[in-house]
T-cell receptor, first 114, second 114 residues
Framework: DQQVKQNSPSLSVQEGRISILNCDYT??????FLWYKKYPAEGPTFLIS?????DKNEDGRFTVFLNKSAKHLSLHIVPSQPGDSAVYFC?????????????FGTGTRLKVLA | NAGVMQNPRHLVRRRGQEARLRCSPM?????VYWYRQLPEEGLKFMVY????????ESGMPKERFSAEFPKEGPSILRIQQVVRGDSAAYFC????????????FGPGTRLTVT
């Protein structure tokens, strides 16, 4: 039972254009969402997060949008750079439940073409 | 300011042997999480520990797997009588406590069972 889904396993984008990565979830108990970036043979690195009381959060080139009614979030990267090429995981956290574990999606491999 | 440390980075075990994976959280962090990533999959939560306490072990297989986070020293994930299906990347993450939702990941231990 995949509670967090990233339906696009891969995405290719030209340098300088916008990258949009999508994530859907099924559990309305999730109240905190995060995006992590992962390079091969390394651990995931935190990128940006959003609380369920917000619908948008920005940090430099990265913006996360949350649509609670659709149970959907997206990560926008603009402009995309070759160094952004990595696997991106979205994660959800049922923080109010007393456990702080993450439920991860299966990841989207982003390739930014120079 | 060292990040999360994991050792060994690579571990090869024959079927039936024991595997011990170590995780030293970031300085000042008292919460530790273990995740497993099977090939071509996302990270799956295994266990959440605080010092000397297991808080949530809902992702741990019922047999052969155990985890601890003693008062002194690193957190240990122990896998007894390893089988080929245990081959995966095991990631440890830490956080300072309930006031922070972000988890900081180590580089992972790649376990290969031959």
């Amino acid at each position: 039972d995949q509670q967090v889904k990233q339906n696009s396993p891969s995405l290719s984008v030209q340098e300088g254009r916008i990258s949009i990565l999508n994530c859907d979830y099924t559990n309305s108990m999730f109240d905190y969402f995060l995006w992590y970036k992962k390079y091969p043979a390394e651990g995931p690195t935190f990128l940006i997060s959003i609380s369920s009381i917000k619908d948008k959060n920005e940090d430099g080139r990265f913006t996360v949008f949350l649509n609670k009614s659709a149970k959907h979030l997206s990560l926008h990267i603009v402009p995309s750079q070759p160094g952004d090429s990595a696997v991106y995981f979205c994660a959800a956290q049922p923080a109010r439940s007393g456990t702080y574990k993450y439920i991860f999606g299966t990841g989207t491999r982003l390739k930014v073409l120079a | 300011n060292a990040g999360v440390m994991q050792n060994p980075r690579h571990l090869v075990r024959r079927r039936g042997q024991e595997a011990r994976l170590r995780c030293s959280p970031m300085k000042g962090h008292s919460h530790v999480y273990w995740y497993r990533q099977l090939p071509e999959e996302g990270l799956k939560f295994m266990v959440y520990l605080q010092k000397e306490n297991i808080i949530d072990e809902s992702g741990m297989p019922k047999e052969r797997f155990s985890a601890e986070f003693p008062k002194e020293g690193p957190s240990i994930l122990r896998i007894q009588q390893v089988v080929r299906g245990d081959s995966a990347a095991y990631f440890c993450a830490s956080s300072p406590g309930l006031e922070s939702y972000e988890q900081y990941f180590g580089p992972g231990t790649r376990l290969t069972v031959t």
